[in-house]
């Protein structure tokens, strides 16, 4: 096992997981594609409805088997982001693969079993660590939006069968819906009474998505990716930050607690020990290194007299 350290973390080069939701027709695909640097995973066959110049280089599995062989190092070496349109299509190829790979994951309608769907639940979340850790690349899932009824109110939901739901959101970093509010479309990344999403490192709330012109180019996914990897490269140089203060106030601490040897040097630290510009858990970790130090050497705080003395003998002389 190799361990290693919190810093070694290049936090700026995070590679992001998302979902895009909404209803067929409202361009998930081609926002989809304005990704960095993106491979098409057709799976639904669909590239003829996006317009011409916002399509990628593609592939289209006719088979969960064929796309496990496409998706090599070698293939996806000049990729950045590997665009799965649509995440519904891909679980029915996964589904028709896991009951060939194993009868008992199917039932008589050819449809999956309770434990079909866990298996092909546990191969969509191996499928997603493999593209994200070891082909290192970004993951952006294309699902359409199906509504619900619940009560009065009618929410949209991604159409995927069963429990397999769970399974898809769970390793994401970002998942918005897209919606037409108005003239414009947007894509929302916060939880409200229509629909759940996900949002995390400070992209949150609804975004308008900007009309594409001739003239414009299709990148919205992109700055937003580059905008997410910002926020991180900035929350790890404030770690960074608070990391060295705690080693400072950690190491002016100790040599307090190392100077102790009687009452009078004991009042002397603790005054300093509680002017400190504490941070993190420096406060906590010194106090108890205190608590160790005057124990040891036989002292005792005494609250009414606000300064150390002897420890009072324990009772029965020990």
């Known amino acids: 096992m190799a361990i290693r350290m919190p810093n070694e973390i290049k936090e700026g080069d995070k590679r992001i997981r998302m979902l895009i939701a909404g209803y067929p027709g409202i361009g998930k695909s081609t926002l989809a594609l304005s990704a960095p640097n993106p491979l098409h995973i057709d799976a639904d066959f669909g590239i003829d409805r996006i317009e011409p110049r916002y399509r990628a280089p593609f592939i289209q599995p006719k088979s969960y088997d064929e796309l496990l062989e496409d998706l090599t190092p070698i293939n996806v070496q000049d990729f950045d982001t590997l665009v799965f349109d649509t ?8 589904s028709i693969w896991a009951i060939k790979k194993d009868p008992k994951y199917g039932q008589r309608d050819g449809s999956l079993s309770l ?17 994200f850790y070891e082909l290192r690349k970004n993951i952006v899932i294309v699902f359409h939006a199906i509504e619900e009824k619940d009560g009065d109110n009618t929410r949209l939901r991604i159409k995927v069968e069963g429990q ?3 399974n898809v959101w769970e390793p994401m970093d970002l998942g918005g819906f897209v919606e037409v509010i108005g003239n414009h479309r947007t894509i929302g990344f916060s939880n409200c009474e229509r629909y759940f999403a996900k949002g995390t490192r400070g992209i949150s709330g609804i975004r308008n998505i900007p009309d594409l012109r001739p003239d414009t180019p299709n990148d919205f996914l992109t700055k937003l990716f580059a905008e997410y990897n910002a926020i991180t490269s900035r929350e790890a140089e404030n770690a960074a930050e608070d990391q060295k203060k705690y080693q400072d106030v950690m190491a002016g601490g100790k040599s307090l607690i190392d100077a102790i040897t009687d009452a009078e040097s004991a009042d002397a630290a603790l005054a300093a020990l509680g002017n400190l510009p504490h941070i993190l858990t420096s406060r906590r970790e010194l106090a108890a290194m205190y608590s160790e130090k005057i124990k040891a050497q036989g002292l005792f705080y005494d609250k009414v007299l606000k300064k150390h003395t002897a420890a009072p003998p324990q009772e029965g002389g020990k």
């Not at 995440?87 to 996964?94: E, F, H, Q, S, V």
């Not at 434990?115 to 593209?131: H, I, N, P, T």
């Open 87 to 94: 995440g519904g299509k891909l679980i029915t190829l996964m």
């Open 115 to 131: 434990k079909g769907y866990g298996a092909v639940g546990r191969e969509f979340v191996r499928l997603m660590d493999y593209c």
């Open 164 to 166: 397999t739901k769970n």
